[in-house]
């Protein structure tokens, strides 16, 4: 069956740094766009960053550009995301997800989830 396991969270001090990463197995890696969602406690899952398949377009949420950087190795079936400067805001639940068609930031477009990875930046 299809699993997404993300990895890579943790404690962090505002400023620092994380790198996500989510592991893919039981689909065709290559054939699936890929993207980070978020959720903090009290608020809905929403959209972070999106790849497509072969790694040539990313989208990002206003609030990451810049920030936060989204790749894919296809070699290894694995997404990434990098986490640079990070804000207490950013403080979340992260889940990778996987859908067939590249482009969009709604969670029900997407097809598998990961269980998330907990991110918590302090202040």
């Known amino acids: 069956q299809v699993q997404l396991v993300e990895s890579g969270g943790g404690l962090v001090q505002a400023g620092g740094s994380l790198r996500l990463s989510c592991a893919a197995s039981g689909l065709i890696f290559i054939s699936y766009a890929m993207a980070w969602f978020r959720q903090a406690p009290g608020k809905e899952r929403e959209f972070v960053a999106s790849i497509s398949w072969s790694g040539l377009k990313t989208n990002y949420a206003n609030s990451e550009k810049g920030r936060f950087t989204i790749s894919r190795d296809n070699a290894e079936n694995t997404l990434y995301l990098q986490l640079n400067n990070l804000k207490p805001e950013d403080t979340a639940v992260y889940y990778c997800?996987?859908?067939?068609?590249?482009?969009?930031?709604?969670?029900?477009?997407?097809?598998?989830w990961g269980q998330g990875t907990q991110v918590t930046v302090s202040s």
């Open positions: 997800a996987a859908a067939q068609t590249y482009g969009s930031t709604v969670a029900d477009s997407y097809d598998y």
